[in-house]
């Protein structure tokens, strides 16, 4: 007779692989159907699959291995996505809160564990590491509220590394006591003296080996590999420390934050593989742990499930509510920082592991299986209370904020940037300028041009135009970003370009400046100057010798009376979206009116930006510049075309002025919008203008006289 049983557990790693992604491929479908916060599926997903559930499968070693990597994953993506400018700002509240969420659970279980479980001071202290530690669980429903950079989930994050730190510190000082280390002061000085060399060496080692791998190697695959190298060698240094892995992961994270801008394609890589499988087999291997059917048992277990859940999860809530209320903070901040507080995950195993490792008699540790099965329990539990009161707090925040937002100076909602594209050694670079400068609320795509001669190599023209938009197309995708694209013939590329601009009604252009001087030695090259007198829209063209990631300062000269240009608000926008994405300074040069307005601007709409202001009288000064920009700064020169408000005749000289004083630096130039519609235009109309007249002639040739005698 056929026995279905006999062909359970699955042990073969092929079927245990398809059970796995079948349950995270299903998990959600269901659980969004029940109005159940997606995480809390996979755990209970683990619990019927495991051996004290169905029994379906067996939690072989691929759970310990994805389990582990899924969970230095969640605290590695907390730090690579947290505020730093923010964390910096609020440096002191976070370490009132950090201090609040260790010391409240602590004190509370370390007691009635005591009165209540009667476990000895050692095993109580231990408990009371467990409790007062907290796992960043519900963070992916932070990112899917796009909460990550708000204030109080900056604190919260912040403070669930350092009650986390303090757990470990005190962790390892119970161990050192036990095992006769911890009452020798030199134990005490050798581990300050190896945190604080972890701390000092990772941090010089990553940002520059960082610096120089993204420099020199643009490869996808290369740049993820390396920075899960990065992730697992700065997890491991702080197990051979004394620490947790995950305190490891977490500091790499903050190591990485600047290099890897949120919107960029190595982002989207890094999220999605963590969220689509390494996050997910960690919570279901949690869930494998669980055995429901001890609390049917009665006896102690639930007596330790009740205290390890109610006063752990109180201290937590007393934490965040009392730091809510220190810090003048509304309520749904409170409910928020309890949320992500208040769970715990495998860590609490780990740390329950090294008690029953621990002889205080024959036969006797300092905790035993009902301490596990009782921690195991609690996992649950705060698992379910975390992700739903962070799934609640987090719609209420946002509906918070719809009603009390602040309403940016913009343009309006036509932004629809267009992108020329010519070079495969730029396009790259082009297309990741405007995803850093696209308005991610508008959520609206991007436009790759490419634009041919039509001659007779029109054919193997348009296949490498093609093949070239194909790649962007493959970046943009990267990034989660929309991309149409246009091979596109003309007689004239200005006028190619002109022509798709008023067909996709495109909002801006951004475009790359020449790289072949053998084609033209003129710095603007064939078209550029007639393309930007022929439209009266933001045109910027940039040239950049290094990647976008690695630039600390945005350097920007502006004009006087630049504020009076219809275009102010647009350039200014792009450029604040720049900085914050790259999380990079912007250092602002120009008259003491135009920089007020600016910083007007800037404190309405992007208060976090890290701008500086430094007086420019005359435009002439242009050229003294160059002796303070770096290697690894972006000079940005908003001109104007002539006849504008802000134009000056000594613009005319910018050319020449960027070619001798600034070569080889990373130069974006920004013709900002004027008067006046596009689409005046006809097809008919000359549009091409040279770059040089009579009297730059004049003047130049005056020049290599002068300097010639």
């Known amino acids: 007779m056929f026995n279905l049983a006999e062909y359970f557990p699955?042990?073969?790693?092929?079927?245990?692989?398809?059970?796995?992604?079948?349950?995270?491929?299903?998990?959600?479908i269901i659980m969004g159907k029940l109005r159940i916060p997606h995480i809390i599926g996979m755990v209970l997903a683990g619990v019927l699959v495991g051996r004290y559930g169905l029994n379906i499968l067996v939690r072989d070693d691929s759970f310990e291995l994805f389990g582990k990597v899924g969970l230095?994953?969640?605290?590695?993506?907390?730090?690579?996505?947290?505020?730093?400018?923010?964390?910096?700002?609020?440096?002191?509240?976070?370490?009132?809160?950090?201090?609040?969420?260790?010391?409240?659970?602590?004190?509370?279980?370390?007691?009635?564990?005591m009165a209540w479980l009667h476990y000895s001071s050692l095993s109580a202290l231990l408990l009371a590491c467990v409790m007062s530690a907290c796992t960043l669980i519900a963070y992916p429903i932070v990112g899917r509220y796009g909460l990550q950079k708000k204030k109080v989930v900056t604190l919260s994050v912040g403070a669930s590394m350092l009650s986390l730190l303090f757990s470990l510190i005190t962790l390892a000082a119970l161990t050192g006591v036990f095992y006769g280390d911890g009452t020798d002061w030199r134990f005490w000085v050798f581990f300050l003296l190896k945190f604080v060399a972890y701390c000092v060496v990772v941090s010089m080692v990553t940002r520059r080996l960082t610096r120089y791998f993204l420099r020199r190697y643009s490869d996808a695959v290369m740049q993820f590999?390396?920075?899960?190298?990065?992730?697992?060698?700065?997890?491991?240094?702080s197990a051979f420390i004394g620490l947790e892995g995950i305190f490891g992961a977490f500091f790499s994270g903050l190591v990485l934050n600047r290099f890897i801008p949120s919107v960029s394609p190595l982002m989207n890589r890094?999220?999605?593989?963590?969220?689509?499988?390494?996050?997910?087999?960690?919570?279901?291997?949690?869930?494998?742990?669980?055995?429901?059917?001890?609390?049917?048992?009665?006896?102690?277990?639930?007596?330790?499930?009740?205290?390890?859940?109610?006063?752990g999860t109180l201290g937590k809530a007393m934490a965040a509510y009392v730091a809510c209320l220190f810090f003048r903070m509304p309520w749904v901040a409170g409910h928020m920082m309890f949320g992500l507080?208040?769970?715990?995950?495998?860590?609490?195993?780990?740390?329950?592991?090294?008690?029953?490792?621990?002889?205080?008699?024959?036969?006797?540790?300092?905790?035993?299986?009902?301490?596990?099965?009782?921690?195991?329990?609690?996992?649950?539990?705060t698992c379910i209370i975390s992700t739903m009161v962070t799934e609640n707090a987090a719609k209420a925040m946002v509906i918070?904020?719809?009603?009390?937002?602040?309403?940016?100076?913009?343009?309006?909602?036509?932004?629809?940037?267009?992108?020329?594209?010519?070079?495969?050694?730029?396009?790259?670079?082009?297309?990741?300028?405007?995803?850093?400068?696209?308005?991610?609320?508008?959520?609206?795509?991007?436009?790759?041009?490419?634009?041919?001669?039509?001659?007779?190599?029109?054919?193997?023209?348009q296949r490498k135009g093609q093949e070239l938009l194909e790649h962007v197309t493959q970046t943009a995708?990267?990034?989660?970003?929309?991309?149409?694209?246009?091979?596109?013939?003309?007689?004239?590329?200005?006028?190619?370009?002109?022509?798709?601009?008023?067909?996709?009604?495109?909002?801006?252009?951004?475009?790359?400046?020449?790289?072949?001087?053998?084609?033209?030695?003129?710095?603007?090259?064939?078209?550029?100057?007639?393309?930007?007198?022929?439209?009266?829209?933001?045109?910027?063209?940039?040239?950049?010798?290094?990647?976008?990631a690695t630039l600390r300062r945005l350097q920007v000269a502006v004009p006087s009376r630049a504020e009076y240009e219809p275009g102010f608000t647009r350039w200014l926008e792009r450029l604040a979206r720049l900085a914050g994405n790259l999380d990079c300074r912007i250092l602002f040069h120009g008259r003491e009116d135009t920089l007020q307005a600016i910083k007007d601007y800037l404190l309405t709409g992007h208060g976090s930006v890290r701008a500086e202001?430094?007086?420019?009288?005359?435009?002439?000064?242009?050229?003294?510049?160059?002796?303070?920009?770096?290697?690894?700064?972006?000079?940005?020169?908003?001109?104007?075309?002539?006849?504008?408000?802000?134009?000056?005749?000594?613009?005319?000289?910018?050319?020449?002025?960027?070619?001798?004083?600034?070569?080889?630096?990373?130069?974006?130039?920004?013709?900002?919008?004027?008067?006046?519609?596009?689409?005046?235009?006809?097809?008919t109309t000359a549009q091409h203008t040279e770059q040089l007249s009579a009297y730059d002639m004049l003047r130049g040739l005056l020049r290599r006289l002068f300097h010639r005698h």
């Open 613 to 683: 202001y430094l007086s420019m009288e005359h435009w002439n000064q242009l050229p003294t510049l160059a002796g303070k920009i770096k290697s690894d700064d972006m000079f940005v020169v908003v001109t104007a075309r002539k006849g504008t408000l802000s134009y000056k005749t000594a613009m005319d000289r910018l050319p020449d002025e960027l070619s001798d004083y600034f070569k080889g630096q990373n130069i974006m130039i920004v013709f900002p919008d004027q008067y006046g519609k596009a689409d005046t235009m006809t097809f």
């Open 72 to 113: 230095l994953y969640i605290m590695f993506l907390a730090g690579l996505e947290m505020d730093m400018e923010g964390l910096k700002k609020n440096a002191r509240k976070v370490v009132v809160f950090g201090v609040l969420s260790f010391v409240l659970p602590f004190i509370l279980i370390y007691y009635t564990s």
């Open 341 to 381: 507080t208040s769970a715990h995950a495998a860590g609490a195993i780990a740390m329950v592991m090294v008690g029953m490792k621990m002889e205080t008699a024959p036969g006797q540790f300092l905790m035993d299986d009902t301490a596990l099965n009782g921690v195991v329990m609690m996992i649950l539990f």
């Open 10 to 28: 699955i042990t073969d790693p092929t079927l245990i692989f398809f059970v796995v992604l079948l349950i995270i491929l299903l998990a959600p």
């Open 225 to 237: 590999i390396f920075v899960m190298c990065i992730l697992f060698m700065s997890a491991a240094l």
């Open 400 to 461: 918070h904020n719809a009603h009390n937002k602040v309403v940016e100076k913009q343009e309006g909602d036509d932004e629809k940037i267009l992108i020329p594209v010519k070079y495969p050694e730029t396009c790259d670079t082009l297309v990741s300028l405007g995803i850093l400068m696209r308005n991610r609320k508008l959520n609206r795509g991007l436009v790759a041009l490419n634009v041919v001669y039509d001659d007779e190599d029109a054919a193997y023209n």
């Open 477 to 548: 995708a990267g990034a989660d970003v929309r991309m149409q694209t246009q091979v596109r013939l003309a007689t004239n590329i200005a006028n190619g370009i002109k022509h798709a601009f008023i067909e996709y009604d495109a909002s801006e252009i951004i475009m790359g400046l020449h790289i072949h001087q053998e084609v033209t030695k003129r710095f603007w090259g064939e078209f550029a100057q007639s393309l930007f007198n022929g439209l009266n829209r933001q045109i910027i063209i940039a040239r950049c010798v290094m990647p976008l």
């Open 270 to 311: 890094i999220e999605f593989t963590g969220n689509a499988l390494f996050i997910p087999y960690f919570l279901i291997g949690v869930g494998m742990l669980i055995n429901v059917g001890v609390l049917f048992e009665g006896g102690g277990i639930i007596i330790a499930v009740a205290v390890m859940v109610v006063f």
